[in-house]
């Protein structure tokens, strides 16, 4: 359960049992069920994290609703993006381990996290990650609802693959930008969870790939 959980659904307790006391028990029901809903919708289930190598894992859990070629800053890149129904868990994990090296908070619009143009327009927060020679960029996309993200760590923070790293409240979008050269694992309209699901996996580096087969081929001797 995240913390926010309980700062919004304690209020709201206190509020139906006042209410109850007061008046009659039929008006605690509405706050009461508030309650549990935000109880509910802060959820943090544990997930598996797989340990394949050059695995790109999903931010969070949602809905694939695009997987396509785009430029950004002047490179080619894959952009793989998710929206999070306010019914999905709304944690958002780290797609690769690494390095923090960019967070950028960008002020914007709330429009409908399904519309394509919430990607350049919409209030959000872009990470980029850089792990073993590879960086991941990923934005979490303020919705329609959304009216706050959260990001915990820091430029210069180590995280893990599927660490959790923040969340954003109630209806809202992730979207994963990794090299040109990555091979995507999932379709628009695929579900996927959070630190759990394999998006794609990045290429590996040519002097590993050499280093790998070298040691094969004296392996073999």
Request: aromatic letters at 8%.
């Amino acid at each position: 359960m995240v913390r926010d959980g309980y700062l919004y659904a304690a209020p709201l307790i206190a509020a139906g049992f006042l209410l109850g006391w007061l008046t009659r028990p039929a008006w605690a029901v509405a706050p009461l069920v508030l309650a549990l809903f935000f109880l509910w919708f802060f959820r943090d289930p544990e997930r598996t994290i797989p340990e394949d190598p050059g695995a790109v894992v999903s931010p969070g859990d949602g809905k694939v609703t695009d997987v396509s070629p785009i430029t950004m800053g002047g490179e080619r890149r894959i952009r793989i993006s998710i929206f999070l129904s306010v019914f999905d868990v709304h944690v958002n994990r780290s797609p690769i381990a690494g390095v923090i090296r960019e967070v950028r908070y960008k002020h914007g619009r709330f429009l409908n996290a399904m519309n394509a143009a919430c990607a350049e327009h919409n209030e959000q927060n872009v990470v980029t990650v850089e792990g073993d020679g590879k960086t991941v960029v990923f934005k979490q996309i303020a919705g329609l609802l959304a009216r706050r993200i959260v990001f915990y760590p820091k430029v210069g923070d180590v995280v893990k693959r599927g660490q959790r790293v923040g969340l954003i409240k109630f209806g809202s979008r992730v979207d994963v930008l990794c090299d040109a050269s990555a091979s995507p694992q999932v379709k628009v309209g695929d579900r996927v969870r959070g630190g759990a699901s394999i998006l794609a996996y990045l290429a590996a580096r040519p002097e590993l790939t050499a280093a790998g087969s070298s040691s094969a081929s004296e392996g073999a001797r």
